[in-house]
């Protein structure tokens, strides 16, 4: 089962697991590619974080429901995302489709819900802090920051190609990215071990230009078993379900990255007051296509879904900036 933008879709947003100022660009880009029937935010309108994202939520017709941020009811908003869901389950059959933007864990019974109904689950969530078990049960995941990296249009730095806007995704990259992911999983999870089906969810959130199919291989499995010749990564005493690696299990950074933060503080006689600086000024340093990106804005959120930098983008989106995470 695919999703189908002629059929309707239902959204149920967790303001306070997603609250990116950039709310209207996400929300459009959904829009883009859905037919909306029913569309919800959850939140606590009186934290600052939620209210200032009101208007956007007005503005393309949410209906907004108060979850107060009361101690003793801290889990007010899950419960509430969970009976609406429902709800819209068996009241409005006629939709198919459920976006969901959280990665909270607390929300798996919904899911659950949704499937024996042969419902189409997207889930919209911050790899930072999503719970990959939660997220492995939809049929499609992606990270928020995708979805403006896709909808706002690019501040021209020294990285843009305007004639060749596809990434350069190689086998290296793709090995490396395992290797990483699997790590990561090791390192969430404190074991020694992790599931097959949660590396390929996380590497599709760390990077989105991950497919094994346009790198060639028949499926996720030709992938991995490949992947065991090129990088550290092995099947967990021949069961090709789980993943293990073969000597240290630190998790090693992509050569990428550790280059971004070195140019960054090459720099820091120019960065403002905040600590950012202009995506142009470090593009010109750091040579993104060298690295499988045509465009430094792509790096810089993928560096950013990392937890080792922030970015920031005007509300045109033509101006963007970024610092390192402290």
Known sequence: MEHKINESTAILWDVENIHPKQTGS???KIEDSSRIAYAIAFGDWNRKECNSLCEEFAKH?????????IEKLKNTADISLVTHGINILYHYPNIENFILLTGDADFRPLLSELRKAGKYIKIICDNQSASIDFVSMADESIDYRDLIEE???????ESDDENDDIETFTKEKAFALLEETVGRL??????NNVLSGQVKVKMKLLDSSFDEKKLGYSSWQSFIKDAQNHSNVRFENGDNSKLKFEGSTSTKLPVVF???IEVLNTLKSDWDDDGYISFSSVAQKLNAKKYGYNRFKKLAIDAE???IVKVHASSSGRTWKIAIKS
Do not use: A
């Open 26 to 28: 996400i929300i459009e």
């Open 61 to 69: 017709n949410f209906e907004m429901i108060h979850t107060p941020h």
């Open 151 to 157: 909808s706002i249009p690019n501040e021209k730095d």
């Open 186 to 191: 090791l390192e969430e999870q404190k074991t």
């Open 258 to 260: 550790v280059k971004l």
């Open 305 to 307: 879904k990392r937890g």
